[in-house]
């Protein structure tokens, strides 16, 4: 089972907006419309951020947003912040998996 | 308050076993399916394993198939995983979470609980 790559680190300064790519096939996030992301600062759970590729929890800021491009799925957040330094991960739903997690990206604000 | 607090990890040779538990509260338990989700030290999430609401469907991870078994206990509003034949490999956090109503993916999560399989 292989995890879905995503990259290692991204950057950005306050007020800029990044994306987080998360990278799988078409047996996962190509194949499904069942991507969701996630938000873990150190030491904490994980928290749902994003699901069903763009749709946002109640309570999860409108700055989160996600979409999806075949076998390609990207986090968007925009109007960037302190406190969105954190590790985030994508996972999707997938045919043979069941559910596979991405690599991981470490966010930092500079 | 929807909330769920993992228990039972500790360190434990490799070979060993041992069985994590997790208490639900602020829900109706027994109309979700749950997981188990892992984090080894440093590292990525990994998902183990999952049981549907009624306890009658299992799916796990490869990388644990044939040691683990998840179970659930719906009268108690419980949540478990029985790990046996522990490597090395298995040293971890072990997340317990919920999948959201509208399914696919995991709204709640325990704060997690280490197990840690060492000589």
């Known amino acids: 089972q292989s995890a879905l790559t995503q990259p290692a680190s991204v950057s950005g300064s306050p007020g800029q907006s990044i994306s987080i790519s998360c990278t799988g096939t078409s047996s996962d996030v190509g194949g499904y419309n069942y991507v969701s992301w996630y938000q873990q600062y150190p030491g904490k759970a994980p928290k749902l951020l994003i699901y069903?590729?763009?749709k946002r929890p109640s309570g999860v800021s409108y700055r989160f947003s996600g979409s999806k491009s075949g076998n390609t799925a990207s986090l968007t957040i925009s109007g960037l912040q302190a406190e969105d330094e954190a590790d985030y991960y994508c996972c999707s739903y997938g045919r043979s998996n069941f559910y596979v997690f991405g690599t991981g990206t470490k966010v930092t604000v500079v | 308050e929807v909330q769920v607090v993992e228990s039972g990890g500790g360190l434990v040779q490799p070979g060993g076993s041992l069985r994590l538990s997790c208490a639900a509260s602020g829900f109706i338990f027994s109309s979700y399916e749950m997981h188990w989700v892992r984090q080894a030290p440093g590292k990525g999430l990994e998902w183990v394993a999952y049981i549907s609401s009624s306890g009658s469907t299992r799916y796990y991870a490869d990388s644990v198939k044939g040691r683990f078994t998840i179970s659930r206990d719906n009268a108690k509003n419980s949540l478990y995983l029985q790990m046996n034949s522990l490597r090395a490999e298995d040293t971890a956090v072990y997340y317990c979470?919920?999948?959201?109503?509208?399914?696919?993916?995991?709204?709640?999560w325990g704060q997690g609980t280490l197990v840690t399989v060492s000589s």
């Open positions: 979470a919920r999948e959201s109503g509208d399914g696919y993916n995991f709204d709640y």
């Open positions: 069903d590729v763009s």
